[in-house]
């Protein structure tokens, strides 16, 4: 069984940063995510690194958020700055076997619980 659990999240004013972690049971996988998911609306991704440390990341978060991992720690971190009101979502982290970054939920085949980011204006 794979487990992945986020933590990190919490409530910022808008302009402020968090740092989001994801412990991973299992550390062997190529590409790992961050995704987000605001309520009534679709679960989009956020950003992606695959082993060699190529990321890619959502046109509304460039320039902003950073992603990286640490394989000694089995971790995945989502680094975000100048957070904005419509950042506010529950964030998962989630693990896939492909060998390229991407944010394709369907090459994501498991999922940590999310921690929740709440950005006020």
């Known amino acids: 069984q794979v487990q992945l659990v986020e933590s990190g999240g919490g409530s910022v004013q808008a302009g402020g940063s968090l740092r989001l972690s994801c412990e991973v049971s299992?550390?062997?996988?190529?590409?790992m995510g961050w995704f987000r998911q605001a309520p009534g609306k679709e679960r989009e991704g956020v950003a992606a690194?695959?082993?060699?440390?190529?990321?890619v990341y959502a046109d509304s978060v460039k320039g902003r958020f950073t992603i990286s991992r640490d394989n000694a720690k089995n971790t995945l971190y989502l680094q975000m700055n100048s957070l904005k009101p419509e950042d506010t979502a529950m964030y998962y982290c989630?693990?896939?076997?492909?060998?390229?970054?991407?944010?394709?939920?369907?090459?994501?085949?498991?999922w940590g619980q999310g921690t929740q980011v709440t950005v006020s204006s």
């Open positions: 299992v550390f062997t996988y190529n590409c």
């Open positions: 690194i695959d082993n060699y440390g190529r990321a």
């Open positions: 989630a693990a896939s076997s492909v060998d390229v970054p991407t944010m394709y939920k369907a090459h994501f085949p498991y």
